[in-house]
């Protein structure tokens, strides 16, 4: 199992920098050091390490020239560091396949080139952000096998863009509204596995 030595975070350089299974045994990320990657860092990530645990660091919010951050499949656990807001650079933001827990920060409005969103398998609870409505650029947005519940918000029908919108297997409700099923550019819309039905509103019931 790696571990990462503080000589690391001296190549301030550097633009990618990618951990693809090389956490096995149990470790925490530091917590100071990636400040001194933000200069010139476009592109990070975390892919099937399991013995990476704890939370993000608050500090990788500092990395505010990150185009792409990607955080699948590891050990993570506890709530998002709301210093992710700080990201407005972000093309994509992947934290698929961990523990996180809370809710979806509310703090999309900056994030004006956002293509993909994927936050699925995680134990996100709460109602969706207002703020989703403002990734204005989003292709693409994974909230699948969560927790979330509430009813869709109407700020969804903004994504004049979006081709993916995957919801499957949350506690959603309510119907869907007539300005999401106006999204023409839908090619993959997945609700399975939620009570979008009631007695006021079928499964595609328009309010």
């Not at 407005?88 to 920060?105: M, S």
């Not at 081709?163 to 949350?170: E, P, Q, V």
Request: proline share 4%.
């Amino acid at each position: 199992s790696l571990v990462i030595k503080p000589e690391l975070f001296k190549l301030k350089h550097l633009k990618s920098l990618t951990f693809f299974n090389c956490f096995v045994s149990p470790i925490t990320l530091a917590k100071e050091d990636w400040i001194n990657l933000g200069s010139n860092l476009e592109s990070l990530e975390f892919r099937s390490n399991p013995g990476l645990i704890g939370g993000l660091p608050e500090t990788i919010g500092s990395l505010t020239k990150l185009k792409s951050l990607v955080v699948l499949e590891n050990g993570f656990n506890g709530k998002v560091p709301a210093s992710l807001c700080n990201l407005t650079r972000l093309q994509r933001l992947v934290l698929a396949g961990n523990l996180f827990t809370g809710t979806i920060p509310d703090c999309f409005n900056g994030f004006k080139d956002l293509l993909i969103l994927d936050l699925s398998r995680n134990l996100f609870s709460g109602t969706l952000p207002l703020s989703i409505g403002e990734m204005v650029s989003l292709l693409k947005l994974d909230l699948s096998n969560n927790q979330i519940e509430g009813e869709l918000p109407q700020e969804l029908g903004v994504l004049k863009n979006l081709t993916l919108l995957d919801l499957r297997n949350n506690i959603i409700s309510g119907g869907l509204f007539e300005n999401i099923v106006k999204i023409r550019s839908l090619t993959d819309l997945v609700l399975s596995g939620n009570p979008m039905g009631s007695d006021d509103d079928d499964m595609m019931g328009i309010k």
